[in-house]
């Protein structure tokens, strides 16, 4: 009995490292439909970009004490650098909501890292530490959001459920 467990357990094993391993393995590409600053469409696929997060589609941020549409600006600057182009995406995981977590690529641009040096997303330090220097050169230099003040993306959107 103790045997058949054990083989039981192994087997589990086996599954769920396969399953991560042909996750990373797998990669998914085409003409990307840009949903908001950290979420994109390849056909029928839905792609969020691992490790950052841009601020809501509805979200604003202030500058000069003036509201500006922070979040309409950061889906603008990925659809302008991807807009009816090849993009590919390679899959690292699928979150709770169905959707891949990718790094995504556009001519060798890799469009998360793109989208936080360019200070339209924030690095998503709850899932991932890959983008923190890219953070900090936006800040530097107070780029898109950083030019101002901004709520958290996350914050935004656990505010407005």
């Known amino acids: ?42 056909s029928k696929n839905k792609i969020r970009l691992h490790g950052i997060d841009a601020p809501e589609w509805n979200q604003s941020c202030m500058f000069n004490n003036q509201y500006w549409e922070c979040g309409k600006k950061a889906t603008y600057a990925l659809e302008a650098l991807i807009a009816d182009k090849i993009v590919v995406c390679e899959i690292k995981d699928i979150d709770r909501y169905k959707r891949y977590i990718a790094i995504c690529f556009y001519n060798k641009i890799n469009l998360n890292k793109f989208m936080v040096i ?31 003040e901004f709520q958290e993306p996350y914050q935004f959107r656990k505010k407005n459920k």
């Open 118 to 148: 360019n200070g339209w997303a924030v690095a998503y330090r709850y899932y991932s530490k890959d983008y923190i220097d890219e953070e900090f050169i936006a800040k530097k230099n107070r780029l898109g959001i950083w030019k101002g």
């Open 1 to 42: 009995m103790v045997h058949a467990t054990l083989i039981f357990k192994l087997i589990i094993f086996l599954l769920c490292f396969t399953f991560a391993f042909s996750l990373q393995a797998q990669s998914i590409s085409g003409k990307a439909k840009i949903i908001d600053g950290d979420t994109i469409h390849i």
